[in-house]
């Protein structure tokens, strides 16, 4: 370098650092957009070609992730001399994001393979993955320290599976979940956020008795008061969100599980007068969610002059259990209603099923049953809808069950259960939904159209799986068709 360069380097770092002390804000939102825009492309990148990605043996899986972090890694340290505390926390942000990448290679190569292989890793894979995460506490400040142990407590809940891919394990992994957080070798104050962690973050996604076994054991292992006390609210908050229902009656009770049916009656309802009943079964892939998802609606419902009911379920994450012992609760929930139509005052020939996602399916898959003692449910009573509203509805599941199956899966999969007589079926789905791909609804939707069954279904193109994105005038829409499917099926509160 001539002494004229040197000189003009020297300048150029002055100038630069010049710069960094009179806008260090904007020096530090480049830095971030630069990182955020690569992790961005890095993850699109993984997204498109994610089958070839993870169907790869160890190394060269091994080879693409070291590859895309190192990409990040070069682009962060070009700014070290700017800002070296910044770059250090991208940098650690960067490494946990790969870490949970590795983590996540043995269930996508199940995955990828069709289940038909695992991954050839050792068996202390995970563990070897994450060494040394757990001696710093500093780290939770970190979001992807805390995406990538989140991550690794999903698989360890897997038990036995944790080299499966996790969707379908039939474990009781709520609890799974706890004990992998208490029994890890971590510093309190790690351990004892991942189990403040464990209530805050999952009370929005099971009922509240998932939480008993984890509660019971967290008074006696936390001791940072603050953690304590948020545990405490978030179970009681579980709790007491339930009294905004009318009433909570149990639909069943089975290995001393006790199933809820959450009920709100119209204002002034008298009970001896019967309405319509509209039903909800909430969403969540079989394996997580919880009837308050479904409250909202139930008060729409009911001020517009129906009995509304949101069931709970046995669900895989929580109990271990199989899409089909779902079916057998959703089955029982509506020859429940009939059963107690005198006690809550509703109507039993105009029992309305609503559901969304998963929800949908054990509502469509209801109507089609033609025998509930084939699920062992025993009523003098019938488990069939009058009508149907479906959201997002997985239509072909058969094979999503791949652990333990002693049962054919198309047995209750709706695309192979079609035939005449079914209720009337008002449908919506999205065509960019990427959870219940849109050429399912159209294999359902073509197959009811060569019947005489009433189905009635809108599509929406831009949006998806959750409706996310919606203009407003396609929720208008919606409510128009629903409301006009009411009042068609005699649904309408007189």
């Known amino acids: 370098m001539t002494r004229f360069s040197f000189v003009l380097v020297l300048l150029l770092w002055s100038s630069a ?9 904007k020096y530090q939102s480049e830095i971030r957009d630069a990182h955020n825009s690569l992790i961005k492309k890095n993850d699109d990148y993984l997204t498109v070609n994610r089958d070839k990605i993870f169907s790869q043996d160890l190394a060269p899986f091994n080879a ?23 770059i250090d926390s991208l940098l650690t ?16 190569y199940h995955r990828f393979s069709d289940f038909s292989k695992k991954a050839s890793v050792s068996s202390d894979y995970f563990e070897n993955i994450m060494k040394g995460s757990f001696n710093d506490s500093t780290l939770l400040r970190y979001k992807e320290f805390r995406k990538c142990v989140s991550s690794y407590f999903d698989i360890l809940s897997a038990g036995t599976y944790k080299f499966s891919h996790l969707e379908y394990v039939p474990e009781k992994r709520m609890e799974n979940r706890y004990d992998a957080i208490a029994d890890l070798d971590a510093l309190p104050g790690i351990k004892e956020y991942f189990i403040k962690e464990y209530f805050t973050s ?11 076994y984890a509660f ?56 001896t007068q019967s309405k319509p009943a509209h039903l909800f079964f909430h969403g969540g892939g079989w394996a997580i969610g919880l009837p308050e998802w479904s409250y909202s609606a139930c008060q729409n419902a009911s001020k517009d002059g129906r009995v509304a009911i949101a069931f709970d379920f046995r669900l895989r994450n929580v109990y271990g259990t ?50 509930p003692k084939d699920f062992g449910v025993i009523s003098n009573f019938s488990s069939r809808p009058d009508a149907l509203i479906l959201g997002s509805c997985p239509y072909d599941i058969a094979g999503r069950d791949v652990y333990n199956i002693n049962y054919d899966t ?26 219940v791909k849109f050429s399912e609804f159209e294999k359902f939707r073509n197959a009811m159209q060569k019947t005489k069954n009433s189905f009635t279904s809108h599509s929406y193109a831009g949006v998806g799986h959750f409706f996310e994105g919606s203009h407003q005038e396609d929720l208008k829409e919606r409510r128009r068709l629903e409301e006009e499917f009411l009042m068609k099926n005699g649904l309408k509160a007189e």
Do not use: C
């Not at 940072?224 to 405490?232: C, D, R, T």
């Not at 198309?410 to 959870?435: C, G, V, W």
């Open 17 to 25: 650092f010049a710069s960094r002390e009179s806008h260090p804000e």
């Open 64 to 86: 693409v992730i070291d590859s895309l972090e190192q990409t990040v890694q070069h682009l962060v340290r070009n700014y070290e001399a700017i800002d070296s505390e910044l």
């Open 93 to 108: 942000e960067t490494k946990f994001r790969h870490r949970r990448y590795r983590l996540l290679y043995p269930q996508n």
């Open 202 to 212: 999952n009370i929005w996604t099971y009922r509240v008795e998932a939480f008993d």
């Open 216 to 271: 019971e054991n967290a008074l006696e292992e936390v001791r940072n008061e603050a953690y304590l006390k948020e545990i405490k609210d978030t179970y009681q908050m579980g709790k007491d969100r339930r009294n905004t229902t009318s009433e909570l009656k149990v639909y069943k009770t089975i290995n001393d599980i006790k199933l809820y049916a959450h009920i709100f009656y119209p204002e002034n309802h008298d009970k």
């Open 322 to 371: 199989d899409v089909r012992t779902t079916v057998t609760d959703a089955l029982t929930a509506i020859a429940w209603v009939r059963e107690k139509a005198r006690d809550v005052g509703i109507d039993p020939n105009k029992v309305l099923v609503e559901g969304f996602s998963s929800g949908a399916h054990l509502a469509l898959i209801s109507s089609m049953i033609e025998d």
């Open 410 to 435: 198309k047995t209750i999969s709706p695309l192979y259960q079609i035939k005449e007589n079914l209720p009337p079926i008002l449908a919506f789905h999205a065509e960019e939904d990427r959870m």
